[in-house]
Every structure is written in structure tokens, then in C-alpha cells.
């Protein structure tokens, strides 16, 4: 199962940390954030990178999916409506 996630605010990012800490890849979605905001989360999420292990991937400019290390990798293709994302 991959969550995904439109955070409106920075404060969101609690909610990308939780689930990515459960070993739930996270489909984050940031285009609803203004362009300084987008910049934390990602900061963010590379934090979690960093300090979890795992690896996150740019599916598109506004778009990131998070994969805990233990868990399995997922191809772009095998999400729904992201199957036309190559590599």
C-alpha cells in the first residue's frame, strides 16, 4: 500500500514522517504548497532519508515518492495514473 499525501502547509509534514516511519512508502504531492514551502518539505523528507534510510525519488516536479529501506522498490508504473512517468 502506498499513502498519499497533498499537504496544504508545512505542519503536514508530520503526517509524511509518521507514515514513513510505519515502512509505508509516501506519494507526496506538493502542489499545493508555495515554492518556499515545497523547498522544506523536500528538506524534510530528505531529512527522513538520511536519518531512516530508504530513498526518495522525483517523479515529477512537484512530486516525490518515499520508500522506506525494508520495504519493497515500486516502479512509477505500477501506480496508478503515474504509469506514463519512465524512467
Not at 60 to 82: E, K, V
Request: proline share 8%; hydrophobic share 40%.
Amino acid at each position: 500500500m502506498i499513502r498519499t499525501l497533498r499537504p496544504k502547509d508545512y505542519n503536514e509534514a508530520l503526517h509524511v514522517g509518521h507514515f514513513f516511519r510505519k515502512g509505508v512508502p509516501v506519494l507526496v504531492d506538493l502542489t499545493q504548497l508555495t515554492d518556499e514551502t515545497a523547498r522544506q518539505m523536500v528538506d524534510f523528507c530528505a531529512g527522513l532519508i538520511c536519518g531512516r534510510g530508504g530513498d526518495m525519488e522525483r517523479l515529477d516536479r512537484r512530486l516525490f515518492l518515499l520508500q522506506p529501506s525494508p520495504s519493497p522498490r515500486i516502479a512509477p508504473a505500477h501506480i496508478p495514473d503515474l504509469a506514463h512517468i519512465t524512467d
